[in-house]
């Protein structure tokens, strides 16, 4: 599966950002999804995932109440809504894509990734 994500910028402290991600070559309503975001000098890390049909979704805790992973498996999309950023939410952010059900929160699991976007806040 291909994967496409985009909707990175710049924000401020407090702002709210949509990332989305698009996928194509492979049955989208098959695939569990999630986001990932490295920052620079760290490890890459789960931010939020999704299973096939969108009825779970998990998230760490540093991001519970203000981020939100959501589908749409008619579009093969995926959504991450950030609301209340912070400047530690800087990073370039990845979609993933997996075989299985999911949802899963390590990269490990997660066989397809995006190219990545960047998000930069500013306090």
């Known amino acids: 599966v291909q994967l496409q994500a985009f909707g990175g910028g710049l924000a401020q402290a407090g702002d709210s950002l949509r990332l989305s991600c698009a996928a194509s070559?492979?049955?989208?309503?098959?695939?569990?999804m999630g986001w990932f975001r490295q920052a620079p000098g760290k490890e890459r890390e789960f931010v939020a995932a999704?299973?096939?049909?969108?009825?779970?979704?998990l998230y760490p805790d540093f991001v519970k109440g203000r981020f939100t992973i959501s589908r749409d498996n008619a579009k093969n999309t995926v959504a991450l809504q950030m609301n209340s950023l912070r400047p530690e939410d800087t990073a370039v952010y990845f979609c993933?894509?997996?075989?299985?059900?999911?949802?899963?929160?390590?990269?490990?699991?997660?066989?397809?990734w995006g190219q990545g976007t960047q998000v930069t806040v500013s306090s």
């Open positions: 993933a894509g997996a075989v299985g059900t999911g949802p899963y929160t390590t990269s490990r699991m997660y066989d397809y």
């Open positions: 070559g492979r049955t989208f309503d098959r695939t569990p």
């Open positions: 999704i299973n096939q049909s969108g009825s779970r979704k």
